[in-house]
């Protein structure tokens, strides 16, 4: 398998539609600065869960993926391009690294 590394340039704002999904919040754990809250409830063992939006890509990030179909190698194989984000592609780590330590 080839390998392309993608450097996420540009996401859109956190709350906004093109760059979040659904995730998980458990008891205990504080996601406000992460995500925006749209479910809170309690499960079928009397734990408190919910859901929020979080992002999918942050600038910065380094996603190795799949030359032939430009998704995420491992877990839990994102594909950039089916979100609203901009990113540089590069054949080699070492390139992708200094991208990425000129956007953080």
């Known amino acids: 398998m080839k390998y392309e590394f993608y450097v996420i340039t540009h996401t859109p704002d956190l709350l906004e539609e093109g760059n979040t999904a659904h995730d ?61 984000v901009e990113y540089d592609v590069f054949d080699n780590l070492d390139n992708a690294v200094k991208r990425s330590q000129e956007l953080i």
Do not use: L, Q
Not at 31 to 58: L, P, R, Y
């Open 24 to 84: 998980s919040m458990f008891n205990g754990y504080d996601f406000s600065n992460k995500c925006e809250i749209i479910h809170v409830g309690f499960s079928d063992i009397g734990k408190s869960i919910g859901t929020c939006k979080t992002a999918v890509f942050e600038k910065g990030e380094i996603v190795i993926c799949n030359i032939n179909n430009g998704r995420e190698v491992c877990y839990p194989g994102r594909k950039p391009s089916k979100w609203d």
